[in-house]
């Protein structure tokens, strides 16, 4: 277990270096002058653009300035947004990534059970009615770009059924828009959480149930799973002790797996929702040609999904014993 | 390998893809589409995109009535421009893009993981380990990285290209689609080298590129088929989603991403049918695309 986790903070480590390489010399590598791109292209003055030169430190050699660059971002100083003016790359970006964490704590919510169930379902039925429909329903679902499935809730479920006699008699619908304020609280937040929350979840949905469905078939085949039938043993108890146990613990880096995929799928569905997260702020960031924010944001995301990435391994690690041997 | 057992793989492949009710659903629309791709110019009763079947000063709501059969089966969206054509239109540039950018993926991905896999050593180690750390980047956040940069570029050059901003996304798919490419090719290929025919050529002093290219190279194809399949089917999704957020077509062009983003928010109220057409269009061919590759799958390592 011990040389299992070792090789996993190497590759962390050296995925982390490689990654914030790239980052970087993205930027640095524009032909021209990165700080009068920054600065605002040809309309910038020499001034502001030899202020912003001597800012970032760009006079230095290369490999001086991505030390600089690298230990700045890791010691907090993320650098000045210039299309929010007078904001802090940092406090935007943590008060954003605050809001998405909430919006993928409720999707995590909904889809991991969901998904699971599902899972379990069409695996235990495998080529059997249910486990047709379900992998139908998945496999359409998987297909279907993340905002034309937001557009049809939009559409449907907040306009068309918000209007409806089951809305009126409840006295609360989904609001069509999630464009809360972002310094709202998480309970001033949840009533417009709910149903970019449920796009995400028909993301992950596909991907968890799928991978879970394989692991229940495969461990059905199991010969300790024969034995055990044979013994006498009710197959409920065979299931619920035996199969479920083991078939369930890849599922936990089936879901760390899953968190890339949420964070694409919430770029573009906190677009379309109008959602105050991280997604929407790296958006607008591009938009607006502010790259040094982009290059926060981006750095931001890829820690979160290396340490989630390292978290789920090391639970692996510590609830399955055989990882050493492999 | 002969063209003529190329063109019969293929025959067979295709064949093997309809005999199957999904795959065949799937294979049978995707043709659908670039048929549509190719020949929507004929096709479209408005052969120019922007093209305003009526002026829309003068009738600034469209009425229902509008939408008769044959006159504009999907209605026309607010500017007056026919959504059917617009629809058709639309089909050659995602086709392009997606296509394009997964061939030129697959061919120097290809290459690369050949090469890394027949080299192996340190030269392998070190790229493997590199494409390993690039894959944990989400594709999407690298694609738009990758747009808002070259756009900055555009920028500062100050030329403003016509068609520039599609080859961007072309070459986004390219750069993202390389490496992973790569990797499949490469454990292919080390799998494949430890086969007795390519000791042969070694023996027989063939050059390092007849091995990679005339040895190893065809028995690679399979599963680079399969990949190639996988990648188109992402391709669409994401040239879909970039179109959608604005960073992929210009304005007035008849990309249908970017016509489900110009036509939401209030204007779906007014005209449903400019959002949900073209939507609609994006929806059939991810899913037939989908089907289609997961048939090829299928194909292949039955064939195996």
Redesign the interface.
């Known amino acids: 277990m011990i040389h299992f986790l070792r090789r996993r903070f190497l590759f962390f480590f050296f995925t982390y270096l490689i990654s914030s390489l790239a980052i970087f010399f993205l930027l640095r590598v524009l032909p021209g002058d990165p700080a009068r791109v920054i600065a605002g292209g040809r309309e910038a003055t020499e001034e502001q653009v030899a202020e912003i030169r001597e800012k970032l430190g760009l006079n230095a050699a290369l490999p001086e300035q991505y030390l600089t660059w690298l230990g700045d971002f890791i010691g907090g100083d993320w650098g000045e947004t210039i299309a929010f003016r007078g904001a802090d790359n940092r406090d935007l970006i943590l008060e954003r990534a605050r809001n998405s964490a909430r919006l993928a704590l409720v999707a995590l919510l909904l889809s991991v059970p969901v998904s699971l169930v599902l899972g379990v379902i069409a695996g235990l039925s495998e080529n059997k009615l249910p486990d047709v429909i379900i992998s139908l329903l998945t496999l359409s679902v998987v297909s279907l770009p993340e905002f034309v499935t937001g557009l049809f809730l939009i559409n449907i479920v907040a306009l068309r059924w918000g209007r409806g006699a089951l809305a009126e008699s409840l006295g609360w619908w989904f609001p069509a828009s999630s464009a809360v304020p972002a310094t709202a609280s998480f309970g001033e937040m949840l009533p417009a959480l709910w149903l970019p929350a449920f796009a995400a979840t028909l993301v992950m949905l596909a991907y968890i149930s799928r991978l879970t469905r394989a692991g229940v078939i495969e461990e059905l085949k199991r010969d300790y799973v024969r034995t055990a039938a044979l013994k006498g043993i009710a197959w409920r108890t065979v299931v619920w002790r035996h199969v479920l146990r083991n078939a369930l613990l890849p599922t936990i880096t089936v879901i760390a797996i899953s968190i890339s995929w949420l964070v694409s799928g919430m770029v573009v569905i906190e677009f379309v929702f109008g959602f105050p997260g991280l997604g929407s702020l790296l958006i607008a960031a591009i938009e607006r040609r502010d790259l040094l924010l982009v290059q926060a944001i981006v750095m931001v995301t890829v820690t979160i999904i290396l340490f989630s990435n390292l978290f789920a391994d090391m639970a692996y690690a510590l609830l399955n014993p055989r990882v050493e041997l492999s | 390998m002969p063209s003529s057992q190329i063109s019969r793989s293929l025959v067979n492949l295709i064949g093997t893809l309809l005999r199957q009710p999904q795959s065949a659903v799937g294979t049978i629309l995707v043709i659908f589409f670039f048929l549509l791709a190719l020949f929507g110019a004929q096709l479209a009763p408005y052969p120019n995109p922007n093209d305003q079947s009526h002026d829309v000063r003068q009738s600034p709501t469209l009425d229902l009535a509008k939408l008769q059969l044959g006159e504009h089966p999907f209605g026309t969206d607010r500017l007056g421009r026919d959504v059917y054509s617009r629809v058709i239109l639309g089909a050659s540039s995602i086709f392009r893009i997606a296509g394009l950018g997964t061939l030129v993926s697959v061919v120097l991905g290809s290459a690369l993981g050949l090469f890394m896999g027949y080299q192996g050593g340190w030269v392998d180690e070190i790229l493997g380990?590199?494409i390993?750390?690039?894959l944990?980047?989400?594709?999407?956040?690298l694609a738009?990285?990758?747009?808002?940069?070259i756009?900055?570029?555009e920028?500062?050059?100050?030329s403003w290209q016509a068609g520039l901003a599609d080859n961007v996304v072309l070459l986004v798919i390219a750069v993202l689609y390389i490496p992973i490419v790569a990797r499949v090719a490469r454990s292919t290929t080390l799998d494949i080298k430890t086969r007795e025919f390519v000791a042969a050529a070694e023996i027989r002093g063939e050059s390092q590129a007849y091995i990679i290219f005339c040895e190893i190279l065809p028995s690679v194809i399979p599963s680079l088929v399969v990949e190639a399949s996988l990648r188109f089917s992402y391709a669409i999704?994401l040239v879909?989603?970039l179109g959608?957020?604005?960073?992929g077509a210009r304005p007035p062009s008849p990309d249908w991403?970017l016509m489900?983003?110009e036509n939401?928010g209030g204007f779906?109220?007014l005209t449903?049918w400019a959002?949900e057409f073209p939507?609609l269009a994006?929806?059939l061919l991810?899913?037939a695309v989908?089907?289609m590759s997961?048939g090829i799958r299928r194909a292949v390592q039955k064939g195996e």
């Open positions: 380990r590199v390993d750390a690039t944990a980047i989400p594709a999407l956040l738009l990285v990758l747009v808002g940069i756009r900055n570029l920028f500062e050059a100050g999704f879909a989603s959608f957020l604005g960073f991403g489900v983003n939401r779906y109220q449903p959002l939507a994006i929806a991810v899913i989908n089907l997961d």
